[in-house]
């Protein structure tokens, strides 16, 4: 059985993981201090908690995959995340769906046939209680565009919104004189992200130190 540590259990997040996890014979939240009864951990918590958790991880020398599915870390901290993923595998994603890894694919299959210059606009839409604006995804989003280097964007602009109850929107439209292009992913529930995280810990588990994406644990 594979031992899950889980940290930021309390929150909405770590709720959905246990909830899925309920009855699972192969995969378990193990409700201790951290330890090397662990196998893996899954952090959906703050910024500053996430650091901590690393420095414990440190000092109880304790090398375990590590799935990130926390936002709003600043340059400096990814900067210490990524310090640690020479000791152990780490996968920072700002949202682990399968539905934004499609999106993804989705907008390189747009960009690959595209021959004529658009502006992108990228909407990102969350509930009201959702602290960072734009969200981590929307800036993933935004930086996965531009690693695609194709010419005829000329600008990416992202718009937010916090309304509502929505677990999360995102358009992205490719607006210009002669075409319009858009695409979307809309998230109906938690447990979309919180299933997407234990199949990230699952696949992480035999992975190589180092510093990963979900589309690296794909492809």
């Not at 509502?164 to 292009?181: K, P, S, Y």
């Amino acid at each position: 059985m594979t031992k899950l540590f889980l940290n930021g259990s309390s929150g909405k997040m770590g709720e959905s993981i246990k909830k899925i996890l309920e009855g699972n014979l192969d995969l378990k939240v193990l409700e201790e201090d951290l330890s090397a009864e662990h196998d893996c951990i899954i952090d959906f918590s703050r910024p500053e908690s996430t650091i901590k958790l690393l420095e414990s991880c440190k000092n109880k020398k304790l090398n375990l995959p590590m799935v990130i599915g926390t936002t709003g870390f600043s340059i400096d901290q990814i900067d210490v995340i990524k310090e640690h993923s020479k000791k152990f595998p780490i996968l920072l994603s700002f949202n682990l769906s399968d539905g934004i890894y499609n999106l993804k694919e989705g907008i390189k299959n747009i960009l690959h046939d595209l021959q004529t210059p658009v502006n992108c606009i990228i909407e990102d839409m969350h509930h009201i209680n959702k602290v960072d604006a734009p969200s981590g995804t929307a800036i993933d989003i935004k930086k996965y565009i531009e690693g695609l280097n194709n010419d005829f964007v000329s600008a990416i602009n992202i718009t937010s919104k916090r309304e509502g109850a929505f677990f999360g929107i995102h358009h992205v439209r490719f607006e210009g004189d002669q075409v319009n292009l858009s695409i979307s992913h809309k998230a109906l529930s938690r447990n979309i992200f919180a299933q997407g995280a234990i199949n990230a810990a699952l696949s992480l588990i035999d992975k190589e130190p180092g510093f990963y994406s979900l589309e690296s644990i794909k492809n």
